[in-house]
C-alpha cells in the first residue's frame, strides 16, 4: 500500500533532483566568474536561456523510458510531464533572445546574417525548430500530421535545438571560459543527447533478437481487436498486471511505427495480449494484421499495477478501452486466487460496445469483485447504472469509508478529469489514486 509518507519522499526526492539538474548550468556558469557585471536585464535573460537549454537536455532523459527515471509516477505520468516541460523550455528560450534584444538592441547582430551567417542561421533555425516543436505538438491532430512522422521531427528539432544551444553558448564563451567548464557542459549536453541514440538505435538493436509472431487476431466488439502474440525463440516478457508495451509491427525495429498499448492477459502466459481500438492512422487498420506478422515488443512500461498489500480494496474506474489493464489484474488475480475487495465501476456506450462483458462475468463469479457497467444506451430491461460515470454513481458503489482504498482510473480524458476532480474534492489522498492515461503517444 503506498503510504503518504513514501510518496511525498519519492516526490519530493525526484522533484528537487529534476530542479538541481535544471539549475546546474547556472552553477557551472558562476564558479570562477570574474566578469562585470551587464545589467539586470542582460544577465537574467542569459539565466533564462541556460536554464531552458538545460530543461531540452533533460526532456531526452525523460523520453529515454527507463524504468526506474521518474519513479513513483510511472512512464505514461512523466511522458506527460515531459510535455509540460516542453512548452516551458519554450518560454525560457524565446525569452532568453526578447529580454537580450529589449535590454540591448546590439544582440540583434546574432541574427544578422550579413554579421555572421553561420550563427544566424542556426540561432533563427533554433527559434524556428523549438517553436515547431510546441506547435506541432499542441496542434498535431488539427494539422492532420501523422504520428509516426511527428515522433521522428519530434526528436530531429530537439536535437538540432540542443546542438545549437551547445555550441552557441562555447562560441560566446562569456560564462564557459575555462576549459574545465566546456568540458563539462559538452560532456552533459553530448550525454542527454545520447539518451536519444540510445533509445532510437540501442534499444531496437537489442529488439532484434526478441521477435514476435502474430498468433491470434479478435474483434472484441465494433472498433476493438485483440491482438496475441507468441515469442519467436526466446522465453518471452516478465511483466506485472497493469503494464503496456510498445510495439513495432514488421522485419525490422528501426520503424517510426511504433505506438504504446497497455496488456490485457494475464503475466503467466508465455504470450502476450494486446487489446487496441481503432483511432488512428495506424490503428484504423489493426484487424487486417495477418496472423504470422512478426513484431517487436519493449517494455514492460507503466505502474498502473496493484500494491502487495492484501489490505487494500481496490477501486478502478475506467471507461472505453481503459478496461484492458483491469481484465490483465483481475486474470493475474484469478490465477493466484486472490480474494482482495475489488470494485470496478466500468463506463460504455452500450453491452453491444463493452469489451470484455462475458468475460467480466466470469471474474465477478469466481472473484470476490464488483464489476459496475454503466451504460450511456442500454436496453430497456436495463436494471443497471445508465448515462455518464459521475459523482452520484461513484458514490453509491465506492465503499463509504474509503481511508483504505486505492483508486485506479483510466479512460477517455474527460471521464478521467471529472472522476479526479470528484475523488480530490472528497479529499482522497493523491498517492491514492493511479491514473493512466492512453494519449501519451
Known amino acids: 500500500m503506498v503510504t503518504r509518507v513514501n510518496f511525498v519522499k519519492n516526490s519530493l526526492k525526484w522533484l528537487i533532483l529534476f530542479l538541481v539538474l535544471v539549475l546546474a548550468p547556472l552553477f557551472l556558469a558562476a564558479v570562477g566568474h570574474s566578469g562585470e557585471n551587464r545589467g539586470f536585464l542582460i544577465e537574467f535573460g542569459v539565466a533564462i536561456g541556460f536554464i531552458g537549454l538545460a530543461m531540452m537536455g533533460l526532456q531526452f532523459v525523460l523520453t529515454a523510458r527507463y524504468s526506474k527515471i521518474g519513479a513513483?509516477?510511472?512512464?505514461?505520468?512523466?511522458?506527460?510531464?515531459?510535455?509540460?516541460?516542453?512548452?516551458?523550455a519554450w518560454g525560457f528560450i524565446i525569452g532568453h533572445f526578447i529580454i537580450l534584444f529589449v535590454a540591448d538592441l546590439e544582440y540583434l547582430k546574432f541574427l544578422d546574417p550579413t554579421v555572421n551567417l553561420p550563427r544566424a542561421v542556426a540561432l533563427i533555425g533554433v527559434i524556428i525548430a523549438i517553436t515547431a516543436l510546441v506547435a506541432t505538438t499542441y496542434w498535431r491532430e488539427k494539422m492532420g500530421i501523422i504520428y509516426e512522422w511527428w515522433r521522428a521531427s519530434h526528436g530531429v528539432l530537439a536535437l538540432f535545438v540542443v546542438f545549437v544551444g551547445t555550441v552557441h553558448i562555447l562560441q560566446v564563451g562569456y560564462y564557459i571560459s575555462e576549459l574545465w567548464q566546456q568540458i563539462t557542459w559538452a560532456g552533459l549536453s553530448l550525454a542527454a543527447m545520447g539518451m536519444l541514440i540510445h533509445n532510437r538505435v540501442w534499444r531496437p538493436m537489442k529488439m532484434r533478437k526478441?521477435?514476435?509472431?502474430?498468433?491470434?487476431?479478435?474483434?472484441?466488439?465494433?472498433?476493438?481487436?485483440?491482438?496475441?502474440?507468441?515469442?519467436?525463440?526466446?522465453?518471452?516478457?516478465?511483466f506485472t498486471a497493469g503494464q503496456f508495451v510498445w510495439v513495432t509491427f514488421g522485419n525490422s525495429p528501426f520503424s517510426l511505427q511504433q505506438h504504446p498499448f497497455t496488456i490485457s492477459s494475464s503475466?503467466?502466459?508465455?504470450?502476450?495480449?494486446?487489446?487496441?481500438?481503432?483511432?488512428?492512422?495506424?490503428?484504423?487498420?489493426?484487424?487486417?494484421?495477418?496472423?504470422?506478422?512478426k513484431a517487436f515488443i519493449e517494455g514492460p512500461y507503466g505502474s498502473f499495477t496493484l500494491s502487495e498489500s492484501r489490505s487494500i480494496h481496490s477501486v478502478f474506474i475506467v471507461g472505453g478501452i481503459g478496461i484492458t489493464p483491469v481484465v490483465s489484474v483481475l486474470d493475474a488475480m484469478r490465477n493466484r486466487q486472490d480474494q482482495r475487495e475489488f470494485t470496478v465501476i466500468y463506463g460504455t456506450p452500450s453491452i453491444e460496445l463493452t469489451?470484455?462483458?462475458?468475460?467480466?462475468?466470469?471474474?465477478?463469479?469466481?472473484?470476490?469483485?464488483k464489476i459496475v457497467h454503466v451504460?450511456?444506451?442500454?436496453?430497456?430491461?436495463?436494471?443497471?447504472?445508465t448515462g455518464l460515470i459521475d459523482k452520484?454513481?461513484?458514490?453509491?458503489?465506492?465503499?463509504?469509508?474509503?481511508?483504505n482504498c486505492e483508486f485506479f482510473v483510466c479512460?477517455?480524458?474527460?471521464?478521467?478529469?471529472?472522476?479526479?476532480?470528484?475523488?480530490?474534492?472528497?479529499?482522497?489522498?493523491?498517492?491514492?489514486?493511479n491514473s493512466e492515461r492512453f494519449n501519451i503517444a
Open 392 to 403: 452520484d454513481v461513484m458514490k453509491r458503489h465506492i465503499p463509504s469509508d474509503f481511508s
Open 267 to 293: 503475466p503467466k502466459k508465455k504470450s502476450i495480449r494486446l487489446t487496441i481500438k481503432e483511432l488512428g492512422d495506424f490503428t484504423s487498420e489493426i484487424g487486417n494484421v495477418e496472423l504470422g506478422t
Open 72 to 88: 513513483p509516477f510511472g512512464l505514461d505520468e512523466l511522458l506527460q510531464f515531459h510535455g509540460q516541460m516542453g512548452y516551458i
Open 375 to 385: 451504460l450511456e444506451n442500454p436496453p430497456e430491461d436495463w436494471q443497471g447504472e
Open 411 to 433: 479512460g477517455p480524458p474527460p471521464m478521467m478529469d471529472a472522476v479526479e476532480t470528484t475523488l480530490n474534492s472528497w479529499g482522497v489522498p493523491i498517492y491514492r489514486v
Open 210 to 238: 526478441k521477435p514476435w509472431r502474430v498468433s491470434s487476431v479478435k474483434q472484441e466488439v465494433d472498433g476493438i481487436w485483440s491482438i496475441e502474440f507468441e515469442p519467436d525463440g526466446h522465453p518471452g516478457l516478465d
Open 355 to 369: 469489451p470484455f462483458y462475458e468475460e467480466l462475468k466470469v471474474y465477478s463469479a469466481e472473484l470476490n469483485v
